[in-house]
């Protein structure tokens, strides 16, 4: 009887542990979750922004990073353009609603050898036979990062950011990326 009891109590415990694990892994640790706003870019997101830059140098392309964190205050003077404000509509997310808001995105331009900026998708600077943004995309990749040239519904083609497996509703509810890359492979490519 005692060895049937032991078995019960063991086959519990092994129960036990499985549903605190599941819980853990349906809900994300502490790390994740009730961090304050951001107020710069996260620090992977940096490092991996400089490495593009970096990189795309080694090809003979210079890259620009124009915009990176942007406050909610900014999101929100940058949604109304082309709506309330003059100029085209260049965004469909308010504050809160972007991944700068957040410190996940960049977005970047290209830089010619008379030192102007410019978003051209077929400009080939280093005359190789392919357009240099079509090469930092793909290193940006690489990298870890996601292309807002790949959504289905809104192209954003400067767009490059890193999520950590996070939804835009995660981030509203307070979750964060940890400051580390644990989450990250730290030496993407090699």
Known sequence: M???????????????????????YINPPLQLQNMP???ELHPLVKERSDQLVQQAAEKGIVVVITDGFRSSE????????????EGNIVT????????????????????????????????DGNQNGVADWEEVVELAKVLGFDWGGDWARFKDYPHLQMDFGLTLADLQNGKRPPESSLMVDSNPGD
């Open 2 to 24: 005692k060895r049937k009891r032991k078995k019960i109590l063991l086959t519990s415990l092994y129960l036990a542990i499985l549903a605190i694990l599941g819980y853990i």
């Open 92 to 123: 469909y997310a308010r504050g809160g609603e972007s991944l700068h808001n957040y410190g996940l995105a960049i977005d970047f331009a290209l830089r010619t050898a008379t030192q102007e900026v410019i978003w051209d998708m077929q400009f």
């Open 74 to 85: 900014e999101q929100d003077r940058l949604f109304e353009k082309g709506r309330s404000t």
């Open 37 to 39: 706003f951001p107020t």
